[in-house]
């Protein structure tokens, strides 16, 4: 019996026929603009249903705890110090920063210089809306008005206020953006653009449905240069009603800045409201006094 050999171009032509790449499905630039949106729209659906659904959307406070550690500008290790975040969306804040000696790297990673810090001890943070103070070992100070126009930046570029909040804000455009491989996993990208023209970009795991890294682009207002700052999500854990990374890794125009490592989160413990005040770091200065009262 004689062997007929079937030419290779053939064998890769009917191959194809079969194996159609999925990217090639996927393509954003084929879409019409509303089945874009659409497409969008559904990935950020199941987003919000994989980080818990209602038990994500309902979230309005949370309170974690962790380490951070922060890098120079060649990407060198520069130090850790450990925090408790105190959050109420969308915008109160108190962070308290921890040292049990001395620690030199504070002023760098939260951008404030004249802190007191030098010998260890309790460092905090408190934003509230449009005010802002700190707490150290010369006692309350006012945040200056950079750090406070910072921090309302910071609040309209937060996934989770872009996500809980401001996806029917009154000009955010919507549109699937491609499909991609990022960090070993299949990804569906979504663009958004709010009316300030922040532009977002989720890449989200098409099996996990899960946020791999989010990218946002802005503009700086004295450089008119285009700033970059991406945001990568690992190790998810449920806690309370959500699932969370328990590691966040952070980068701006390229550069690692820092990285987060949370050992707890809680979500809508019940904070009073007099925690987000200054009378708050006045009467006490540390949170933990407040929270051990309560306790």
Not at 114 to 131: K, P, R
Not at 144 to 151: G, K, L, M, Q, V
Not at 187 to 194: C, H, N, R
């Amino acid at each position: 019996m004689r062997l007929k050999f079937v030419p290779l171009a053939v064998v890769i032509v009917i191959a194809g026929m079969f194996f159609v790449p999925r990217s090639s499905a996927q393509r954003a630039d084929t879409m019409m603009p509303e089945q874009s949106t659409a497409k969008g729209k559904q990935i950020l659906k199941d987003l919000i249903l994989a980080f818990g659904g209602d038990g994500y959307r309902e979230v309005r406070e949370s309170q974690c705890q962790g380490r951070r550690a922060q890098f120079g500008h060649n990407g060198e290790l520069t130090g850790y110090i450990d925090f408790v975040d105190d959050r109420r969306y969308p915008d109160k804040d108190r962070t308290e920063f921890i040292s049990k000696g001395r620690n030199t790297i504070l002023a760098a990673m939260i951008g404030l210089d004249g802190l007191d810090f030098s010998h260890g001890g309790i460092v905090i943070t408190l934003y509230n809306g449009d005010q802002g103070w700190t707490f150290d070992r010369s006692g309350v100070n006012d945040l200056p008005a950079s750090a406070i126009t910072d921090f309302q930046e910071q609040v309209k570029r937060n996934i989770d206020n872009l996500l809980r909040l401001r996806l029917n804000e009154e000009g955010m455009s919507i549109r699937f953006d491609g499909s991609d491989t990022v960090d070993l996993k299949e990804v569906d990208w979504v663009e958004l653009v709010d009316r300030e023209q922040r532009k977002f970009r989720l890449a989200v795991d098409h099996s996990t449905h899960l946020l791999v890294r989010s990218v946002i682009k802005t503009q700086d207002e004295e450089t008119r240069q285009i700033d970059e700052d991406v945001t990568i999500y690992t190790n998810y854990q449920l806690r309370d009603s959500v699932w969370m990374p328990l590691q966040v890794s952070r980068e701006h125009n390229g550069r690692r800045t820092t990285q987060i490592f949370y050992n707890a989160c809680k979500f809508n413990p019940g904070f009073p409201d007099v925690l987000f005040s200054k009378e708050s770091l006045q009467k006490g200065g540390s949170e933990a006094v407040l929270k051990k009262s309560k306790n």
